[in-house]
């Protein structure tokens, strides 16, 4: 789950982590009061910033929703002194849409506003943590070139990223923040302050059950204190029953509809470009048919793990699914019967492909237990299948009827 920089930065305040102040609105009748709270901490210069689930924000540029050729501002991110001008910009953000390169052409509508403070510093920093599967530790990851994208310096300047890796076990130690901060040439003031800062943000990430905390960029203010001037975290899906105050802050109108429908039932689903609808059950079989469609020359238009079950109504609610989406003009459904009978499965195939009335072509491959049992429901169902024997004939089926 994503959340807001805004409400990233609730969460890391909570924690004691330097952060850069603001006050969120969804509204510009709530513009004035949000500038007097931060007026009334001393903050005379103000920064207004977009609140969408997407980067590249600053470089972004707004339009009008209705009319999409028409630009309203460049840039989702403002610096001013002028009240005036905030509030200008405000109005320029709130409900228009943003595009940026992470969004795509269809871009998002701003829907909140983040008026915070404005920083003067001397220097830019990256910092994130996030889990390294491979060697089952966090990892650190600090570079000096803050502000840009960390792709764009992993493929220019691969030898300015920092990775330091912490055993969950033990946590983060105090050498290894020492260590961090030695490698980015923090000194004095600058380096003490980042030793607590990593320390309070490790136990932030551990503690809200991130899967990945980002601040880009991390600043050294004037006065040699190191603040998070950004604030990006994702949270792991499967440990938000344990989250409740993070999960509260889960925003349905930055989530794709499709995913959202999916998440009733259940069912992982992950909206593609493609015209290929896939319905499989386990994520590494759903990978694995992903892959094999490209291989044959088609393009998977989904994600969706169907689970262990695969019964009538996941497989009917999974239909409903794919078929929302009106660039599909094919499903393959692929399942593997382990844990559940492939006849079963067949039987709920049919009785879902009856209920839904699916038009388009569907073509099945059902191996494992039962799997000859399953072939002969589905070739006597009278409904239009094309069985396949192998994961390989399956998709070579599937663009066959496409290209049809």
Known sequence: MKIHEYQAKEILKKYDVAIQDGVAIRKMSQFDSAIKKLQARGINQFVVKSQIHAGGRGKGKLYNPK????????????????????????????????????????????????????LDYKKELYLSILLDRAVSKNVI?????????????????????IKEWVDPAVGIQAYQARKLAFALGLEGNAFKSFVKFIQKLYKAYVETDASLLEINPLVITNADEVVALDAKMNFDDNALYRQKEVAAYRDLDEED???????????????????????????GL????????????????????????????????????????????AILINIFGGIVRCDRVAQGVIDAVKEVKVEIPVIVRLDGTNAEEAAVLLKKSGLKFEVAATLKDAAEKVTSVLAN
């Open 257 to 283: 509809a499709h995913e959202i429908e999916a998440s009733k039932y259940n069912l992982n689903y992950i909206k593609l470009d493609g015209n290929v609808g896939c319905m499989v059950n386990g994520a």
């Open 286 to 329: 759903a990978m694995a048919t992903m892959d094999i469609i490209k291989l044959a020359g088609g393009e998977p238009a989904n994600f969706l793990d169907v689970g262990g079950t695969a019964n009538k109504e996941t497989v009917a609610n999974g239909f409903k699914i794919i078929l929302s989406d009106k660039n599909v003009k």
């Open 141 to 161: 990851m600090a570079s000096t070139e803050g502000g840009v994208e960390i792709e764009k310096v992993a493929e220019e300047t691969p030898e300015k990223i």
């Open 67 to 118: 009319k999409r050729d028409e630009l309203v501002l460049e840039g989702g991110v403002k610096f001013t002194t002028s009240v005036d001008k905030a509030k200008d910009y405000a109005s320029k953000m709130l409900g228009n849409l943003l595009v940026t390169h992470q969004t795509g052409d269809e871009g998002k509508i701003v829907k909140t506003l983040f008026i915070t403070e404005g």
